[in-house]
């Protein structure tokens, strides 16, 4: 089966600031949160590898760029670390050689005919924040956050056109605050509500401040609501879906889009005594400040049931009192990353977006597959054989083609990552990118077949796939 894409289809990829620069001219105090939990639990990190260098992008940016021309990339989206943005934070000084290296690597991205897609903040909470004010627990913080914007839409807002405020935005409290996975391993549910809603807020003024400004183009978030299926068709399965997504996606999604939280989520934050303070003027701001696009991050499925047992009174909420996971029997499995294979996701995303959120314009911002060890499939020239990812990549578009042909605004696909990258605690044993990066002391970089799949992708503008993939 072949399907044509759409010419201004976006075929792109992206990464982050903090995954792929490395620390080469950073400052000792610009640590980001990042940083500070590499530093304080270097051993959770797969073998040591973490931020400190990274891909070293600070340097090497140029050749990567370079990559991005030879494939034909359309888009690259990529954030600015906020923590390394200014050399202080309260009083706004920016530090000016962080700025020209974001300028340079802007200007380059546009010389290759790549057209940069920013995001403010993922995950780069400057440590010397979170360590005064708690991070986002704090509006000072939800102020400062905003300056910081209106000074990024004034170093580079004649260059750059489309803009994210966050990147999945709802994962950092839910792992430190909700699970308590992450360091520094605080428990407490009602400040992750409370940062989830400083995090609405600041999507709502950063997008206020991005309108005023006056710049040409758009501006957006970047969630990643989990696809949510429940076990079976029981009234308590479905039950325990509706809610896994109130807690984990509509409370994003729905003040983002709609400029409202659920009526039935704040009531369950009340009847669990952990709403978050807030006021009526907030809430007119969020009302009034809707986001111009989506960026959606997809890359498995969320299969919940019922919950089989009665809570523990003694512990604190937590959502999973209303579910429980559910492994589907049979499914395809990415066995490096743990996670199920089902690219029927990205339609239902798709027509979740047409049907319940105004079709709002949007496209995955992040979807790819991480395989460990990858040197095992590389040929005698050193180039790695990734089919798998050829494969996985090709049945996600075909799934987001169809939904479009139906009416979808999808208008792209980005894949996550164009070079393999740190990822939080597994560091580099699991590779995304259509290039490789091998961990030597240059980073050297080398294409991967997919990066010629791509290529010829973005070029035929055709996708060819088996009739069996799509069912």
């Not at 600031?17 to 949160?33: C, L, P, R």
Request: aromatic share 14%; net charge negative; glycine share 4%.
């Amino acid at each position: 089966m072949k399907q044509s894409i759409p010419e201004q289809f976006v075929l792109g990829a992206a990464s982050s600031a903090w995954q792929t620069e490395g620390w080469s001219g950073k400052k000792e105090d610009q640590d980001s949160y990042l940083d500070s939990w590499y530093k304080n639990e270097t051993f959770v990190w797969h073998e040591g590898y973490g931020p400190a260098v990274a891909t070293n992008f600070m340097e090497n940016y140029q050749e990567d760029i370079d990559h991005m021309k030879e494939i034909g990339l359309t888009h690259y989206r990529t954030s600015i670390n906020w923590a390394r943005f200014f050399t202080d934070y309260e009083n706004l000084i920016v530090d000016e050689s962080y700025a020209q290296h974001i300028s340079d690597m802007i200007d380059a991205l546009i010389e290759a005919n790549v057209e940069p897609m920013l995001c403010l903040e993922h995950y780069e909470m400057p440590a010397q924040l979170q360590e005064k004010y708690d991070g986002w627990s704090s509006k000072q913080v939800v102020d400062l956050f905003v300056e910081y914007a209106k000074i990024a839409f004034d170093r580079f807002g004649d260059r750059v056109k489309q803009w994210f405020v966050f990147n999945e935005p709802v994962v950092v409290q839910t792992r430190v605050y909700l699970d308590a996975i992450r360091w520094p391993h605080e428990q407490n549910t009602k400040k992750w509500m409370q940062w989830n809603h400083h995090k609405v807020l600041a999507t709502a003024k950063v997008t206020k401040a991005f309108r005023e400004s006056g710049r040409e183009g758009r501006i957006g978030t970047i969630l990643n609501p989990e696809v949510t299926y429940a076990r079976s068709s029981s009234e308590a399965d479905q039950k325990a879906a509706h809610l896994f997504d109130l807690f984990y996606n509509r409370v994003f999604l729905d003040p983002a889009v709609k400029g409202t939280y659920p009526d039935e989520l704040i009531d369950l934050l009340k009847q669990h005594d952990i709403l978050f303070d807030h006021d009526e003027e907030e809430l007119q701001l969020i009302m009034e400040n809707t986001v111009d696009f989506l960026g959606i991050n997809l890359y498995f499925p969320k299969r919940v049931q019922a919950p089989k047992h009665e809570w523990n009174k003694e512990t604190p909420f937590h959502p999973e009192m209303y579910y429980n996971s559910f492994d589907l029997p049979g499914r395809r499995m990415n066995k490096s990353r743990g996670w199920e294979i089902y690219p029927k996701l990205m339609y239902d995303m798709a027509m979740r977006i047409k049907d319940e959120y105004d079709n709002i314009p949007w496209l995955i911002t992040e979807n790819g597959m991480g395989i460990e060890q990858e040197e095992r499939f590389m040929n005698d020239a050193g180039e790695v054989q990734d089919d798998y990812r050829i494969d996985f990549i090709g049945e996600h578009i075909s799934w987001l083609l169809k939904a479009v042909e139906e009416g979808s605004s999808c208008e792209g696909y980005m894949l996550w990552a164009f070079t393999d990258c740190v990822s939080p605690m597994n560091a580099f044993k699991n590779r995304y990118g259509l290039v490789r990066i091998e961990l030597d002391e240059q980073r050297t970089r080398k294409l991967k077949k997919s990066g010629s799949w791509y290529k010829e992708l973005i070029q035929s503008r055709t996708l060819v796939q088996s009739d069996a993939e799509i069912k």
